[in-house]
Structure formats: structure tokens, C-alpha cells
């Protein structure tokens, strides 16, 4: 017999209310945070700039972006302020709070 956390009932639940939980138990935002920022990051950092980034996580207010050359990072770098008040706008205070930017190869993989 599996151990319940206080609190519990037997009652059915939403699965999105489930995974909501389970992604705060692990630092991680709400479902669609990320889901979001990849659909509108075009819009968050232009049309120049976005093919050349690939969002790759959103943790405890961490938000990893990868970039396909360093001059590319910089100019992300130069963004980032008005970026995390962007988030803020789009998703809520805190759920962005910080941009780590690295340089690789962004590929065809999205929000992974």
C-alpha cells in the first residue's frame, strides 16, 4: 500500500491540475509556461533574432536559451532585461526571472 500525502482524496482529478502540481514539486513552471514562451518567442525577440535560438528549458525561473553564434548571444544578452519583463507580462512575475544563454547548434528541436 502506497503512502498518501496529507490532503489527499480519492476523488478524480483534472490530469492538468495533476501535472500542474507535480511540475511545482519540481521547480518547474506551469505546463504551458514554456509551451507558451516557444509559440510567441518571435514576438519576445523579434523576427531576426528567433530562428537563430532555441528555447531548451524553463526551470525554478531559469529560462536556458541556445543560440547559433556568440554574436548572436550577445545581442540576446543585450535583450535580456526586456525580455524577463516580457515573460513577466506574458506569464506572471517570478515564473522568468533569469536568461542563461549558451552558443551551440539551436537545430530543429524546440522547447525540449
Do not use: F, K
Not at 502540481?21 to 519576445?44: C, F
Not at 553564434?69 to 544578452?77: E, H, I, N
Not at 507580462?89 to 536568461?99: C, D, F, H, K, Q
Request: hydrophobic letters at 40%; one cysteine or more; aromatic letters at 2%.
Amino acid at each position: 500500500m502506497s503512502a498518501r500525502r496529507p490532503g489527499r482524496s480519492d476523488e478524480p482529478r483534472r490530469l492538468r491540475d495533476s501535472l500542474a502540481e507535480v511540475s511545482a514539486d519540481l521547480g518547474l513552471p506551469e505546463p504551458d509556461g514554456l509551451a507558451l514562451l516557444i509559440d510567441r518567442w518571435q514576438n519576445l525577440v523579434g523576427a531576426e533574432l528567433a530562428p537563430h535560438c532555441r528555447l531548451t528549458s524553463l526551470r525554478d525561473g531559469v529560462l536556458r536559451v541556445t543560440v547559433d553564434s556568440a554574436p548572436r548571444a550577445t545581442q540576446l544578452r543585450y535583450l535580456e532585461s526586456e525580455l524577463l519583463e516580457r515573460s513577466a507580462a506574458m506569464l506572471g512575475p517570478g515564473v522568468v526571472r533569469e536568461l542563461r544563454i549558451r552558443v551551440g547548434a539551436p537545430g530543429s528541436r524546440r522547447g525540449r
